[in-house]
């Protein structure tokens, strides 16, 4: 098997047996056994019920925890395999340093992705059991946008990972990304904009620049079209996009910033002492 | 041939190796050893390629950093410290049987022969091994493979003294044919296996030495001790060595490694007050071990 795929599968097996995966995968899974059980498909909000009532609770709360959960497990469990001397062993064995770290990030991408994934899928298995009509193009495009989701983060943890040398520094810094992109949400942008400080086309480009920010909008976008919720920034983005260019943006974009981190965190793990 | 030209390493601001020049001929047995902080450990992961550093590191010409499949494929690494892996031992057995392009059953096989039973631990995560286990499958998959480098770090610091002398035998099976560098704290600790010791203070090589060559360090020897009177001290400490109490704590007998007899003697020497008498014998460790 090709050393790539064998470091994949060698995280994928290390990840299955850690602590971490195991609580995330109780999270997303409680999530979509909680709506259920709250009998969310039953309710109605903007015209919306049955599953894609469930599903676009299910991606706000995803957007909420996903991306911290994969930040701090991320960091932590490489910086951590780093510091117990897991990198020392392992890389004093012939395998190439883009195979090592191409197939963590594939391995990892897996761990992360899987989870989430399964969750949704068991709702609309549970759906089409209960004959609940599925809304497939909506349970199609939040899939590719938690894949995008997860992939950008995880670029992310990678990069972040590799910069630091210590678990606690890189907790820390992926914990501060983090809450920058908290920080840059569309409300505080409102509020910066109501102070007058910055013209609105800058403050809408820096929620455009923001995964967070992105994702939000896109999945919002799924239900409200026209994204009145957003206020006037939606004149901006629908402007510059239109509403089936900005979904396209939405997964393309975080998949670009996901990628460039992954490469600049190669990169720098290439350069820089392993262990 | 090895070479070290000029190797340095900064941590921040704090010098880990300083100039460091050294030659290794293909077959030499390097014992490498220095106080914690002499920067043994320093020099092995730059040699593995795992540091960056000044100066330059090469194996056979090549540079284990840019050419690592190359090189790596030819060198077994046994860490002092075993990694905290959580996957089974089946997994890592076969992950790194695969990446040295070898048969996972030659680890199999070494693994018995160190007498660890593989079979009924594969599905077992490695982490919740036992020190000795642990050690055990480590040198199975660094000499369950064609290496002409061996790289090992304490490495015989946890097995019981049966499994050090069948290790000792296994290294004795590769003697002329396979370089190797041993780290170590303690020169009493490696000293029969080495035909060179090389040491190393403050990132330094302050000693580079030939010493007497052990041509047979796969000999074992049957040791009979006399004690003045007996003594909990050094029962724990016999018992540690799978010596058997002949006589009410006083007369111990058991057997030692031929590459073990320094460290023996070292250790009999903390209870020089308590010695009435000792033998030594050299025996047939293939009848003995039976």
């Known amino acids: 098997m090709n050393p790539l795929l064998l470091t994949a599968r060698l995280d994928i097996v290390e990840s299955l047996r850690a602590r971490w995966f195991l609580i995330y995968s109780l999270v997303f899974g409680g999530i979509v056994a909680l709506l259920f059980a709250f009998g969310l498909t039953e ?148 509020g910066v904009m109501i102070q007058g400080r910055v013209t609105p086309e800058v403050a809408v480009g820096i929620a455009l620049l923001n995964p967070l920010q992105v994702f939000r909008t896109a999945a919002l976008a799924m239900f409200d079209p026209q994204l009145i919720v957003l206020g006037p920034s939606a004149y901006v983005i629908l402007d510059l996009f239109g509403s089936g260019g900005y979904r396209v943006y939405a997964l393309l974009y975080p998949l670009a910033v996901g990628t460039l981190a992954a490469v600049a965190g190669y990169l720098s793990f290439r350069r820089s002492d392993l262990p | 041939m090895i070479r070290f030209t000029d190797v340095g390493k900064d941590f921040r601001k704090h010098r880990v190796l300083d100039a460091v020049n050294l030659e290794i001929v293909p077959g030499e047995r390097i014992a490498l050893i220095g106080s914690n902080g002499a920067g043994k450990t320093t020099l092995i992961r730059c040699l593995l390629g795992e540091y960056t550093h000044q100066g330059a590191v090469t194996i056979g010409g090549l540079a284990p950093r840019s050419a690592r499949t190359q090189v790596l494929g030819k060198v077994g690494f046994v860490p002092q410290l075993p990694p905290p892996l959580k996957m089974p031992v089946g997994q890592l057995l076969a992950f790194a049987a695969a990446v040295c392009g070898t048969d996972a059953e030659r680890m199999h096989a070494l693994s018995r022969r160190l007498g660890l039973d593989v079979g009924s631990i594969l599905a077992r995560p490695f982490n919740r091994l036992s ?160």
């Open chain 2, 131 to 290: 020190g000795g286990m642990k050690q055990k499958l480590l040198i199975a998959i660094a000499l369950g493979r064609d290496t002409e480098l061996l790289v090992m770090d304490e490495p015989a610091a946890n097995l019981d003294p049966e499994a050090r002398h069948i290790f000792f035998n296994l290294l004795a099976e590769r003697l002329g044919s396979t370089t190797m560098i041993i780290s170590s704290h303690r020169l009493d600790e490696v000293a029969p296996l080495v035909n060179r010791v090389v040491e190393m203070d403050t990132g330094r090589i302050v000693l580079d030495d030939r010493v007497a060559e052990e041509s047979r360090f796969s000999t074992l020897f049957e040791v009979h001790l006399t004690l003045a009177r007996a003594d909990a001290a050094i029962a724990r400490t016999l018992g540690s060595w799978q010596f058997a109490d002949r006589r009410a704590g006083v007369e111990w007998h058991g057997t030692v490694s031929g590459a073990d007899r320094l460290r023996f003697l070292g250790m009999v020497a903390r209870y020089v007050g308590l010695l009435s008498r000792i033998e030594m014998h050299e025996v047939d460790a293939a009848v003995v071990l039976q």
């Open chain 1, 43 to 190: 309710s109605r909000v903007l015209g919306f019920i049955g599953l894609s009532r469930l599903l676009v609770t299910y991606i706000q709360l995803t957007m909420a925890i996903l991306p911290v959960f994969v930040l701090i497990t991320t960091v932590r469990s490489v910086a951590g395999d780093r510091e117990a001397g897991v990198f020392e062993y392992l890389l004093s064995l012939p395998v190439s340093l883009s195979a090592w770290f191409w197939g963590k990030i594939l391995g990892r991408y897996v761990t992360i992705f899987l989870p989430v994934f399964v969750a949704m899928l068991a709702a609309v298995l549970w759906s089409m059991f209960r004959s609940i009509e599925v809304p497939w193009a909506m349970f199609f495009y939040y899939t590719g946008l938690l894949a995008a989701m997860a992939w950008c983060f995880l670029g992310i943890g990678m990069l972040i990972s590799t910069l630091a040398r210590g678990t606690d520094v890189a907790q820390g810094a992926a914990f501060m990304v983090w809450l920058t992109m908290l920080l840059f949400l569309d409300l505080i942008l409102l």
